[in-house]
T-cell receptor
Framework: NAGVTQTPKFRVLKTGQSMTLLCAQDMNHEYMYWYRQDPGMGLRLIHYSVGEGTTAKGEVPDGYNVSRLKKQNFLLGLESAAPSQTSVYFC???????????????FGPGTRLTVL | GENVEQHPSTLSVQEGDSAVIKCTYSDSASNYFPWYKQELGKGPQLIIDIRSNVGEKKDQRIAVTLNKTAKHFSLHITETQPEDSAVYFCAASRRYSTLTFGKGTMLLVSP
């Protein structure tokens, strides 16, 4: 099993450009998450999904959109990139939310995004 | 919402020493407290977790303690080794909710 994979690994954008980050998992997990990691800020939840066709906002959703058309994929979109969105983005998945067995989150390797 | 504070932000120890990382949380309804380890260039990985009905949990050289009254929990690593060097994140959540992470602790174990 590949676990959680993310595409691309690195990307440089100019302000105002758009892009989509792809996350895929092969563990048949219901729940998927997008986090951003900034120095000294830890991991902050952007959006998450509790199942195919559903999405919900996390702590820092502004400037991002997501879609979960297939259970195994979770896409993160930046419609008009800004320098403040320079960050490392991590996707994660879990079988359940906290409080139930199988709630461990499995993380992908990350995407390093720079917006100039 | 939940707020998780983590200290220290960096921790340097000699190989064989113990390391302790502490976290406090604000939401008294939180009942699940995992710890994740992030090695350089990789995504975080769960290393141990504890639920609010337990005060302490051990797994070989690592242990986690929870004080619900004071709303704090700690990660203890004994007999540290160079491969323990990483960033460690604590997190907290209510039941059936998403995790709120602390800001992380960079642990450096010197040979």
């Amino acid at each position: 099993n590949a676990g959680v994979t993310q595409t691309p690994k690195f990307r440089v954008l100019k302000t105002g450009q758009s892009m989509t980050l792809l996350c895929a998992q092969d563990m048949n997990h219901e729940y998927m998450y997008w986090y951003r990691q900034d120095p000294g800020m830890g991991l902050r939840l952007i959006h998450y999904s509790v199942g195919e066709g559903t999405t919900a906002k996390g702590e820092v959703p502004d400037g991002y959109n997501v879609s979960r058309l297939k259970k195994q994929n979770f896409l993160l979109g930046l419609e008009s990139a800004a320098p403040s969105q320079t960050s490392v983005y991590f996707c994660a998945s879990s079988y359940h939310l906290s409080g139930r067995a199988g709630n461990e989150q499995f993380f992908g390797p990350g995407t390093r995004l720079t917006v100039l | 919402g939940e707020n998780v504070e983590q200290h220290p932000s960096t921790l340097s120890v000699q190989e064989g020493d113990s390391a302790v990382i502490k976290c406090t949380y604000s939401d008294s309804a939180s009942n699940y407290f995992p710890w994740y380890k992030q090695e350089l260039g990789k995504g975080p990985q769960l290393i141990i977790d504890i639920r609010s009905n337990v005060g302490e949990k051990k797994d070989q050289r690592i242990a986690v303690t929870l004080n619900k009254t004071a709303k704090h929990f700690s990660l203890h690593i004994t007999e540290t080794q160079p491969e323990d060097s990483a960033v460690y994140f604590c997190a907290a959540s209510r039941r059936y909710s998403t995790l709120t992470f602390g800001k992380g602790t960079m642990l450096l174990v010197s040979p």
